[in-house]
């Protein structure tokens, strides 16, 4: 039951558009724009920088936020899983965030929630996805690129450190740990599937470009 109430909580919050609900205020679908994509890359490229950063802060306090509620929550009373709930509760957001039901199921891609969700679970994959993603961003100028490495490095810090004994996770709890960590990685893949078809091609839009 207390998966079922994270996943939904998640759902909720994940539902609150940032980069739809910025658009409208400047009278624009932001769906409509550049990529089409809800989220804070497309933003910054439609809106500016003070949009992009705005949205990602949007996206990524709803984690936090949804989080917050989580740990008052359960945090007592599953203690022994509650890393475990918050990765259900990321699930939720992400799965909101990516296919808000009122939006007919056309949202973002989730990345800044994802942000998100490795603050509250562990700092140092946080840290080391922060210094990949700027790197690979600096290095090659694509966002896409960035997303995906740090996703995968998500997935694998969660395996090494589940594994570890780090959260507290034991026995069977700790293998659906790794299947909510796969599912939050899968679905920027499946979200990004276009995006790494023009990876692959060599035409997938730069940061800064127009496109």
């Not at 490229?45 to 936020?65: H, N, P, T, Y």
């Not at 490795?118 to 996805?129: E, G, K, M, S």
Request: net charge positive.
């Amino acid at each position: 039951m207390e998966r079922l109430i994270c996943l939904i909580l998640g759902y909720c919050f994940g539902m609150i558009q940032t980069s739809y609900l910025y658009g409208r205020l400047h009278n624009i679908d932001i769906r409509q724009q550049g990529s089409g994509n809800a989220g804070a890359t497309n933003a910054l490229r439609v809106l500016g920088k003070k949009a992009g950063l705005i949205v990602f802060l949007g996206d990524f306090l709803k984690m936090i936020a949804a989080a917050g509620v989580v740990y008052l929550l359960f945090g007592k009373s599953n203690a022994d899983i509650i890393k475990l709930l918050i990765l259900y509760t990321g699930l939720g957001v992400v799965l909101g965030h990516t296919f808000p039901f009122y939006l007919k199921f056309k949202g973002g891609k989730g990345i800044a929630a994802m942000a998100g969700i490795l603050v509250v679970t562990d700092w140092r994959i946080t840290l080391i996805c922060f210094v990949a993603f700027v790197s690979v961003v600096a290095i090659t100028r694509y966002v896409s690129l960035g997303s995906l490495v740090i996703v995968t490095i998500f997935f694998f810090g969660v395996l090494i450190f589940g594994y570890r004994g780090d959260y507290g996770v034991t026995g069977s709890s700790l293998y659906e740990m790794y299947g909510v960590a796969f599912l939050l990685t899968a679905l920027p893949y499946y979200k990004h599937r276009a995006n790494i078809v023009r990876l692959i091609h060599g035409t997938e839009s730069k940061i800064g470009s127009k496109k």
